[in-house]
């Protein structure tokens, strides 16, 4: 049983507002990602995380940020969010194993911006 | 990065076997072969990964070639609720500043009919 979690699941705002995804495993994995995914298109790395203060860009150019001040927790910002940030944005986990650990997801937020 | 090669579409009468295939020629000696798979509306989950050798789960078999250049995936008893697309990614190995990503392609959109 996943024990990863997103919040919120939908979320509907204005252009030029503020937000934060959130993103809580309790499987105390050290590596954690998050993806962005427009409907029937496929899944892009935005931002991963091997522990606690590390934070690298994924394959795909995002303006928002992550922070990993805690090992469960991987929070996703957007300082000013724009109708071409609506996506949607998974977050998923693992061990740190060589290559050999299994990913787990999030249910997904899917971000809509008006 | 190496990069797998799936078909974009493929469809199955339910109760019938499906071979779902991969091409991943510029595989390294190091990186795991993975499958997952993504249900509507939702976010990917684990079906089975392999090395070297062929593997059996409770989901699917993993079938390698003995060149690890391609692989297949196979579900013995297609059912209505198989109906998802199918992903295959090399999950990189130890070393490295892209140890651990996991990057997806297009997949695989499999049809289960009745």
């Known amino acids: 049983e996943a024990d990863i979690y997103q919040t919120p699941r939908y979320l509907v705002i204005g252009t030029g507002k503020k937000i934060t995804l959130e993103c809580s495993q309790t499987?105390?994995?050290?590596?954690m990602y998050w993806y962005q995914q427009d409907p029937g298109m496929e899944l892009h790395l935005i931002h991963y995380s091997y522990g606690v203060n590390s934070t690298e860009k994924g394959d795909l150019s995002s303006e928002s940020t992550v922070s990993r001040i805690r090992t469960e927790h991987f929070p996703l910002t957007l300082e000013s969010a724009r109708p071409s940030h609506t996506s949607q944005y998974l977050c998923?986990?693992?061990?740190?194993?060589?290559?050999?650990?299994?990913?787990?997801f999030g249910q997904g937020t899917r971000l809509t911006v008006v | 990065d190496a990069k797998t090669t799936q078909p974009n579409s493929m469809e199955s009468n339910e109760e019938e076997p499906v071979h779902l295939p991969c091409n991943h020629s510029t595989i390294s000696g190091t990186d795991y072969i993975h499958w997952y798979r993504q249900l509507p509306s939702q976010g990917p989950e684990y079906v089975i990964h392999?090395?070297?050798s062929n593997v059996n789960n409770r989901m699917a078999s993993l079938a390698i070639a003995e060149d690890r250049k391609s692989s297949t995936l196979i579900l013995h008893r297609a059912t209505l609720r198989d109906a998802a697309v199918y992903y295959c990614?090399?999950?990189?190995?130890?070393?490295?500043?892209?140890?651990?990503?996991?990057?997806f392609g297009q997949g695989t959109i499999l049809t289960v009919h009745p």
């Open positions: 392999g090395l070297t």
């Open positions: 990614i090399l999950r990189l190995g130890a070393g490295g500043t892209s140890y651990g990503k996991l990057t």
């Open positions: 998923a986990s693992s061990d740190p194993g060589q290559g050999i650990s299994e990913a787990f």
């Open positions: 499987m105390g994995h050290d590596k």
